[in-house]
């Protein structure tokens, strides 16, 4: 199955500074999908990230706040923009594995004070 | 969209003891997966298992899509358990979409 690199893993943040998360998939994938996790809650889905094309914004996340960048079919960031304490969440990205799955990255510990 | 719901949403259990964790959604599905997310946050692949039962070691899933539910034992439970558990279901919304369940947090304790 693919193989997920995230970073970074953990970060503090003053508020209104921005933060950008990568992600680097060994195996070329088409669609690249971001999840944050506030805490003491489950995943939500921001967007999915194609290559080549405008990241689709699932309802309540907006690119101005959550750009997403996806330069090719291994990679993609996204920045957490103008950070207020509200922002503090796990974020992680995901691809899918025909065979089994949906596989997840490490995850970014983000904490904003 | 889809309803999720996962129960119940804690537990506590001694450890070596078994305990059974259910997932039932709202609407038909593509695909089911069962996650274990670790202290640490990190999501661990357990189950793809849009159907049947599936078997590995001490962990077994069971998903019945026509009634809408699945089901994941877990037996003999050690202290490494312990984390959240999250079911999440694909379904087509459109385009292929994954919502997460609402979770089932437990605690394995010596």
């Known amino acids: 199955s693919a193989v997920i690199s995230q970073k970074p893993s953990r970060d503090i943040c003053q508020r209104g500074t921005s933060l950008t998360i990568q992600c680097q998939v060994d195996s070329q994938v088409t669609m690249m999908f971001w999840y944050r996790q506030q805490p003491g809650q489950s995943l939500t889905l921001i967007a999915t990230a194609n290559q080549g094309s405008e990241a689709t914004y699932e309802s309540g996340f907006v690119i101005d706040k959550f750009p997403i960048s996806r330069p090719n079919l291994t990679f993609s960031t996204l920045t957490v923009s103008n950070m207020s304490p509200e922002d503090s969440s796990i974020y992680l990205c995901?691809?899918?594995?025909?065979?089994?799955?949906?596989?997840f990255g490490s995850g970014t510990r983000l904490t904003v004070v | 969209g889809i309803q999720v719901e996962q129960s119940p949403p804690d537990l506590i259990l001694q450890e070596g003891a078994n305990s059974t964790l259910r997932c039932n959604f709202s609407d038909s599905v593509n695909n089911l997966q069962w996650f274990h997310q670790n202290p640490w946050g990190q999501l661990i692949n357990l189950f793809y298992?849009?159907?049947g039962t599936k078997q590995n070691g001490r962990l077994s899933a069971t998903t019945v899509a026509t009634e809408r539910y699945s089901l994941l034992y877990i037996s003999s439970s050690q202290t490494t358990d312990s984390g959240v558990y999250f079911c999440a279901v694909v379904y087509s919304g459109g385009y292929q979409k994954v919502t997460f369940g609402t979770g089932t947090k437990l605690q394995v304790i010596p």
């Open positions: 298992i849009p159907s």
């Open positions: 995901s691809v899918e594995d025909r065979t089994r799955g949906y596989t």
